[in-house]
């Protein structure tokens, strides 16, 4: 049975940093993308990043370029996505996903239960 597991959510004010981590189980990822989407309120949910477990190629959506980083450690099977100067737009639920294809939320094949982003003024 595949999990995801987020951890490191919470309230940041503007201009701040979180780390978000996502820990996989169950099954090898090696053929997989993992990625890191989000969801705010009213809105559909959206790409933010994604890593490839072989190679390390990442992608990243164009409202996050620069300010976020993702990374994984194959030993650990975990994901990271750093997030440094948070806007207010930022906040969502983020998700931890595995899936085939990076950028197409809807091809994720595996989801996490979510953790809350929440950045203040």
């Known amino acids: 049975q595949v999990q995801l597991v987020e951890s490191g959510g919470g309230l940041v004010q503007a201009g701040g940093s979180l780390r978000l981590s996502c820990d996989a189980s169950?099954?090898?990822?090696?053929?997989?993308?993992m990625g890191w989407l989000r969801q705010a309120p009213g809105k559909e949910r959206e790409f933010v990043a994604a890593?490839?477990?072989?190679?390390?190629?990442?992608y990243y959506s164009d409202s996050v370029k620069g300010r976020f980083t993702i990374a994984r450690d194959n030993a650990k099977n975990t994901v990271y996505l750093q997030m440094n100067g948070l806007k207010l737009d930022d906040t969502a639920v983020y998700y931890c996903?595995?899936?085939?294809?990076?950028?197409?939320?809807?091809?994720?094949?595996?989801w996490g239960q979510g953790t809350q982003v929440t950045v203040s003024s």
């Open positions: 890593i490839s477990w072989i190679g390390a190629i990442t």
């Open positions: 169950g099954r090898t990822f090696g053929n997989y993308f």
């Open positions: 996903a595995a899936g085939e294809n990076p950028t197409t939320p809807r091809l994720y094949r595996y």
